[in-house]
């Protein structure tokens, strides 16, 4: 079963989401919060297995709240999944950079906010791969990257580069897969390879690093 906390200050947005997610069999809405500070309370007290945060909240907006969420040790290691609209981009790359695991569009269908929690809770981590590259190339093109390439890039093989290359670039694993002419299993184990390596939660930070470090440049998608 997959445990969710809702955090968003619309009472009819919360209620419709919880529709939606109690209807399903494998997945439980345990808990709402309508503040970003309450939702980080709440997600210390009933530990979800995915956060579904809305960014725009009174006291505490979402991307502080999936900070302190993602940040603290009480509650092991829940998912965020960002509740937005294409006019906040900025905030979408930040909350990615903070450890959110991806992002659903508010007017997006019911269908498609149960996969994007299914899809969360088990870890793959990055809900339409293809738009998350294009806010992250949005951003980083008005900021430039600026941090240089870190030491722990020393440590990845040429194989776990090109691995991270094309998550950067927006292919999932079986996309992967076939280009590199590997099985789906040898893509896992190098994107777990990475994510060790890079002190990583999961690909959307892969994803974030690549463009911050220029590993690969926006609109770079060979």
Do not use: C, W
Request: glycine share 6%.
């Amino acid at each position: 079963m997959i445990r969710v906390l809702l955090a968003d200050d619309q009472t009819l947005v919360r209620e419709g989401l919880r529709m939606i997610l109690d209807a399903q069999e494998d997945i439980e809405v345990v808990g709402e919060a309508a503040t970003g500070a309450e939702a980080v309370r709440q997600a210390r007290l009933l530990a979800p297995d995915v956060v579904l945060m809305d960014i725009r909240m009174p006291e505490m907006d979402g991307l502080e709240a999936s900070r302190r969420i993602l940040g603290s040790p009480h509650q092991g290691t829940p998912k965020v999944l960002v509740l937005t609209t294409f006019d906040l981009n900025e905030y979408v790359y930040m909350a990615m950079k903070a450890g959110a695991s991806g992002f659903i569009l508010k007017d997006a269908p019911r269908r498609q906010l149960i996969e994007a929690v299914r899809i969360v809770a088990e870890g793959d981590a990055l809900l339409a791969p293809a738009i998350t590259r294009r806010l992250i190339e949005e951003f980083v093109t008005r900021q430039p990257p600026t941090s240089g390439v870190p030491p722990q890039f020393e440590t990845l093989t040429e194989r776990e580069l090109d691995v991270f290359r094309l998550i950067a670039r927006g292919h999932n694993n079986q996309e992967i897969a076939e280009k590199l002419y590997l099985g789906r299993a040898t893509i896992k184990t190098h994107i777990g390879h990475l994510l060790t390596k890079l002190d990583l939660r999961d690909r959307a930070q892969l994803i974030v690093l690549a463009y911050e470090t220029g590993l690969i440049q926006p609109g770079d998608t060979n």
